[in-house]
């Protein structure tokens, strides 16, 4: 440690006992993946967990959370929001190493990356997963992607003849479908406020047998009510094949994700992503979090538990990081769905629903009328962007003041 960063370590052990400096021989946990998952683990350990030494293997500079893609079709343009991890971590006595990993051997307990290899006594990934391709077809994936969007909807803001209809296709193997409900309220807000939606059908496709069921039946209901409300029909329990035949004027798929390879890993499942047992591990001392691994829900607040859980399964105090985030105690979740004019809150009283079997009769869910907040109950929130939280949340609240007459958050 630095002098610099010695002052730092005493300043916050001061503060908060539960961060001073730790011992050099010390048990090592090594993460991968410098993304909400892995920064968030890194700062679990840091403040509950004062007998490791935590390392965490970044090939970024900096933590990029980038703005939905959801918004940017509608010519909200946003910026990243980028948080330097030395500077960041460097208070909490994080380990910083920024290289690419080449393989793991489990075996051995050892990362080889391009700069060297690292002995782990505790390995996480938390490397992520990337949207599949869509081949010849007009999808949600890239920042390319939203343009081709936009460039798709333009003809939609003049009115025309016939009627028309844009189909929001959910992929069979799609495991997140948030995004692709969160598109059609927008879409069909976005529609109003070009004065040509009554001349177009929004249809939202899927396979699932209710929508957000993930969330219980609560949620799927609010939902169902909202869609119903707006117009947009929701076709479910077909399989993407079974809609083929449907007569639309534009089709927006919502694909599938696939975690990324990582040599030494075991194998992934039919899905593409790494199966894993309650505590995440894939094999011996092995444990993957994060958008990789097999759980259903990907999504920033997802991740942000699955960090905090294993934290506490690597023996974290959870007293040191269970401090109010947004309202939310930081064992619990919420996930947050933009309704445009209000927002969809799914709140898990126990945060463990997000393991199998999922769901039950203990999500609440309820619409409030305000914008929605993105990592709401994080620790990068809390902790990283204590300031200028509110800049992750800037698409949603600049596409209300883009469609909503008076720009404000209107509770209906």
């Not at 079974?242 to 499942?269: C, E, H, K, S, Y």
């Not at 959870?318 to 004019?341: C, G």
Request: proline share 7%; aromatic share 6%.
């Amino acid at each position: 440690m630095t002098v610099e960063r010695d002052a730092v370590a005493m300043e916050l052990s001061a503060k908060h006992p539960e961060r001073a400096p730790r011992p050099t021989s010390m048990r090592s946990i090594v993460i991968v993946g410098a993304g909400v998952a892995g920064v968030e683990l890194a700062l679990a350990l840091a403040l509950g967990h004062p007998t490791a030494r935590v390392q965490l293997i970044a090939q970024s500079p900096s933590l990029v959370i980038r703005p939905d893609l959801i918004y940017a079709p509608f010519g909200i343009a946003k910026s990243a929001v980028e948080i330097p991890l030395q500077r960041a971590l460097a208070r909490f006595g994080v380990d910083l190493l920024f290289s690419h990993v080449e393989s793991i051997d489990a075996e051995a307990h050892t990362v080889t990356t391009v700069a060297g290899t690292l002995a782990y006594d505790t390995l996480v990934v938390a490397t992520g997963a990337d949207l599949t391709s869509t081949e010849h077809r007009l999808g949600l994936r890239t920042s390319t992607d939203a343009r081709l969007v936009k460039a798709a909807l333009a003809p939609f803001a003049e009115p025309a003849h016939k009627r028309r209809t844009i189909r929001i296709a959910i992929d069979d193997a799609c495991l997140w479908p948030g995004p692709a409900f969160e598109f059609s309220l927008l879409l069909d807000h976005w529609l109003v406020a070009q004065g040509t939606r009554d001349g177009i059908d929004v249809v939202v496709t899927s396979d699932e047998l209710e929508p957000l069921s993930l969330f219980g039946p609560m949620a799927a209901d609010l939902l169902h009510t909202r869609t119903e409300a707006r117009g947009i029909e929701l076709l479910s329990a077909r399989s993407s094949t079974a809609f083929d035949d449907l007569v639309t004027d534009l089709v927006i798929d919502f694909p599938q994700m696939m975690a990324r390879q990582l040599p030494g890993l075991p194998p992934r499942d039919l899905d593409g992503f790494y199966a894993v047992d309650t505590e995440f591990r894939v094999a011996p001392d092995v444990h993957v979090i994060g958008d990789g691994n097999a759980l259903l829900i990907k999504s920033g607040f997802a991740a942000a538990w699955q960090a905090r859980r294993l934290a506490e399964v690597l023996g974290a105090r959870p007293p040191a990081f269970t401090a109010l985030i947004d309202d939310v105690p930081a064992h619990q979740v919420s996930f947050e769905l933009d309704l445009v004019d209000a927002t969809l809150v799914a709140h898990l009283e126990a945060a463990s629903s997000l393991l199998p079997p999922y769901v039950g009769a203990h999500v609440e869910a309820s619409i409030v009328p305000r914008a929605p907040r993105k990592l709401a109950g994080s620790l990068v929130r809390e902790h990283l962007l204590a300031a200028g939280s509110g800049s992750l949340d800037a698409a949603a609240i600049e596409f209300r003041a883009l469609t909503l007459p008076t720009g404000q958050v209107r509770f209906a």
